[in-house]
């Protein structure tokens, strides 16, 4: 998606045009799935969170400069929503957390039942999803989106040498975590 030029297309969708909100989506659909994916809680969230990408992005685009690189722009759009899913996530596992409470001193069916699909919607992602969602943004915008650390360090709007700090430590915590699971292999192609 980075050499796609949108910016015709953006342009007449801020002059009204139904349409062009389509083209965009066709073009971006695929790069926004993948991306939140890699960064979404669980991967039952992913089609929740792109609906919310894609109206946040209906919502933002008067805000957008044409000048600016697109695909930073959305890529920022994207974390911002995936952030924004991650506490709506956290006020629900605080939730089960009291309805665990509440279940364990009274027998009632219903509770349990709504405390079982809560547990089903916090269910993690394999490996990648052991990291915490700051160390997760950098190495996937790093490893899967091909940004440079200091793109990383503007879209997240952090200082460089944050970036660099998260980077090696998450770097440090997959290498560990590989280790425990022994899921590293010789020659795995996992540059460390």
């Known amino acids: 998606m980075k050499d796609l030029d949108l910016n015709p297309w953006l342009i007449r969708r801020s002059q009204g045009d139904e349409q062009a909100f389509q083209v965009v989506y ?10 939140i994916s890699y960064l979404a809680p669980s991967k039952q969230d992913t089609p929740d969170i792109m609906s919310e990408v894609y109206l946040e992005l209906f919502r933002s685009l008067k805000n ?3 000048g600016q690189n697109f695909t930073s722009w959305f890529n920022g759009l994207i974390v911002r929503q995936v952030r924004n899913w991650k506490r709506k996530e956290w006020r629900l596992f605080r939730i089960a957390e009291k309805l665990k409470l509440t279940t364990s001193k009274s027998s009632d069916p219903a509770a349990e039942l709504q405390l079982l699909v809560l547990d089903d919607q916090l269910e993690l992602l394999p490996i990648l999803q052991t990291l915490s969602l700051k160390f997760r943004e950098v190495i996937v915008l790093r490893y899967y989106q091909d940004c440079s650390l200091e793109e990383i360090s503007e879209l997240l709007k952090i200082p460089l040498g944050t970036v660099k700090s998260r980077h090696h ?13 022994g899921l590293r292999k010789e020659g795995d192609g996992f540059v460390y």
């Open 26 to 35: 066709e073009a971006t659909r695929d790069h926004a799935y993948r991306l």
């Open 64 to 66: 957008y400069d044409a």
């Open 169 to 181: 430590h998450a770097l440090k915590q997959l290498r560990r975590r590989f280790d425990q699971e």
